[in-house]
């Protein structure tokens, strides 16, 4: 098949790619961006696409079937298809910032919250068990002070006493021997 009158068969490489571009450049390129949203993806499927078409110069020359507009633009939709199921098959890329522009928080490291709970648990073994019987209450099983008092068996300000002694004494435990108590 003759593309507008001329063989592709004829045309050296960069002939054919020239050609191509010149007659059916701007259709292609509008078809890919409305696929990919993207200006700059889809000249990059453009440019795939004719490089597809330069390696492919005899099927199109054979192909009395359909057009070779068709036929690029089938190429540009399988080309956008397939980097669009490459991009969700893999993680997501980082980029990384731009000068002046500031660096986002990073999360914090799961490993270092097991390990500050394991430096808690540690401490609550140097409390006495009527300290660590309070904090356990309150803190960890998220009672009120009424409902600790009471599955504890002791009054409300014993539990709100005991509670600010068992802090001060694990911020104690906490910050090391010959180390002053933050309050």
């Known amino acids: 098949m003759a593309i507008g009158g001329w063989r592709p068969k004829k045309a050296k490489g960069e002939d054919l790619v020239r050609h191509l571009y010149a007659e059916h450049g701007r259709s292609l390129l509008a078809y890919a961006t409305r696929l990919t949203g ?11 696409t004719l490089v597809r078409a330069w390696k492919h110069a005899e099927d199109l020359e054979n192909d009395a079937k359909g057009s070779v507009r ?3 633009l089938t190429v540009a939709r399988n080309i956008i298809t397939d980097r669009a199921r490459a991009r969700a098959a893999r993680p997501p890329e980082v980029a990384e910032p731009a000068e002046g522009v500031p660096t986002p928080a990073v999360e914090r490291d799961h490993a270092q919250s ?3 709970s394991m430096a808690v ?4 073994d140097g409390l006495s068990t ?4 309070v904090l356990v209450e309150i803190y960890y099983r998220g009672r009120t002070v009424a409902e600790a008092a009471k599955s504890l068996g002791v009054a409300p300000g014993t539990v709100k006493s005991r509670s600010y ?4 004494a694990l911020r ?9 108590v933050a309050r």
């Open 172 to 180: 104690a435990v906490m910050s090391g021997p010959g180390k002053e």
């Open 70 to 72: 068709g036929w690029l």
């Open 114 to 116: 097991v390990v500050d």
């Open 130 to 133: 009527e300290h660590r019987e």
């Open 38 to 48: 993207d200006r700059a993806a889809a000249e990059d499927v453009v440019q795939e």
């Open 121 to 124: 648990l540690g401490a609550m």
């Open 165 to 168: 002694y068992a802090l001060r």
